[in-house]
């Protein structure tokens, strides 16, 4: 399966941490790691089903076991991750959506938590974050983020992440890893 | 529909404790499309009658509403049994559901399903458990239905005074193990408050 946009969030984490606070309350989510959804087939380009347990699934998107084909260092943790859209002879938008049980609470820094990819095998075109307080909420600002292709990128940001989808790298590169952070403050 | 419904002795032995020491009727707590019949395949019943996504419930992989023969229910009815149909050998599937009620204290809540083998495809177990807040509270996969038949299973939760989901909305999943399918149907929740003399 062809996909140009893929997406990738490993150990997804929410975490809320009240000012004054030292420790991070964790806040659950379900299937962080998209590992609930076991694939038989061998790892590679068309290891995956959709949609995925637990996430409100948009256009073509689902649950992924890659290969060293499309991330040579492998992945930050697991055997599955998320793909998000499509590419090569059709091209789709995708996303993922989960409602988690907490509630926005004042005076409290909101992080969230993914690691983002891009496959060497196919090209990316960018993603979008969101942390919405509630269908239609408003969300800071976007920054821009592109990792290489079959890297795992992610410097810590605040605001909300944006990429155009004309942004697209393509081709094998060196992976590294990474962790992208950002925060949003209720 | 023939089934084979065994209540096991923890579900008596939970019953029990709840009811036996009041009168306090259960409360039944509404769920969307319980018995996967608010989908209507228009395919006649069989292996192939089968539409992934399932009215009111959110699905994971190859997972979504079948209507089944006596190929795969000896004991169903002409036109077919709707079912939940979750997960094959390819992948793991899954349902979930939040429901409109939330978590109160001390209450109990009686989760119930019939889980289904087909009797023309592997059944490889299955995991249904009762969440809030995306956090398990209670959670089975002890029945083992022989191909061709349903069981019932049933996944107690007593929230107790201070239950740390307090007012969190109550989710039911059902995840498909190894590389069978699971089928699922009737679907209901209970919740009973205690009475004071219980507490």
């Not at chain 2, 009797?119 to 249904?128: E, I, K, S, V």
């Not at chain 2, 038949?149 to 005074?161: C, L, N, P, Q, R």
Request: aromatic share 8%; with cysteine; glycine share 12%.
């Amino acid at each position: 399966m062809s996909r140009y946009l893929l997406l990738l969030p490993i150990a997804v984490a929410l975490v809320g941490t009240a000012f004054g606070q030292e420790t991070a309350t964790i806040i659950p989510i379900v299937n962080p790691g998209f590992e609930d959804d076991v694939l038989s087939c061998g790892a590679g380009f068309d290891c995956d089903a959709s949609p995925l347990t637990g996430w409100l699934c948009g256009p073509d998107a689902g649950v992924f076991k890659p290969s060293t084909a499309q991330f040579p260092n492998g992945i930050p943790q697991g055997t599955n991750v998320a793909y998000l859209g499509r590419g090569l002879n059709t091209v789709q938008t995708g996303s993922i959506l989960q409602q988690v049980g907490a509630t926005v609470k004042a005076n409290t820094t909101y992080t969230l938590k993914l690691s983002v990819g891009a496959r060497a095998d196919v090209g990316f075109c960018g993603v979008h974050r969101l942390l919405r307080g509630a269908p239609g909420g408003k969300c800071d600002p976007g920054l821009r983020q592109h990792p290489d292709s079959s890297a795992w990128h992610l410097p810590d940001r605040r605001n909300r992440v944006s990429v155009g989808r004309g942004a697209s790298a393509v081709g094998a590169a060196f992976a590294n890893s990474g962790e992208e952070c950002w925060h949003w403050t209720g | 529909m023939r089934r084979n419904l065994r209540a096991l002795p923890f579900v008596l032995a939970f019953l029990g404790a709840a009811f036996a020491q009041s009168n306090v009727t259960p409360v039944s707590i509404a769920i969307l499309n319980p018995n996967f019949e608010g989908d209507g395949l228009s395919c006649g019943a069989g292996d192939n009658c089968y539409e992934s996504g399932a009215t009111g419930w959110m699905c994971g992989p190859n997972s979504g509403v079948a209507k089944f023969s006596t190929v795969q229910y000896p004991g169903a009815p002409p036109d077919g049994i709707y079912v939940a149909s979750i997960g094959d050998s390819y992948v793991t599937g899954s349902i979930l559901q939040t429901l409109g009620a939330s978590v109160q204290a001390n209450t109990t809540y009686i989760l119930t399903l019939s889980v289904g083998a087909r009797a023309d495809y592997p059944f490889t177990g299955y995991l249904a458990a009762l969440m809030a807040g995306n956090v398990t509270l209670a959670s089975r996969n002890a029945a083992t239905p022989v191909g061709g038949t349903f069981v019932k299973d049933v996944i107690g939760y007593e929230s107790g005074a201070k239950p740390p989901q307090l007012g969190q909305p109550l989710e039911i999943l059902v995840k498909s193990m190894g590389t069978g399918q699971v089928n699922i149907q009737a679907v209901s929740l209970t919740a009973t408050p205690e009475t004071e003399n219980q507490q």
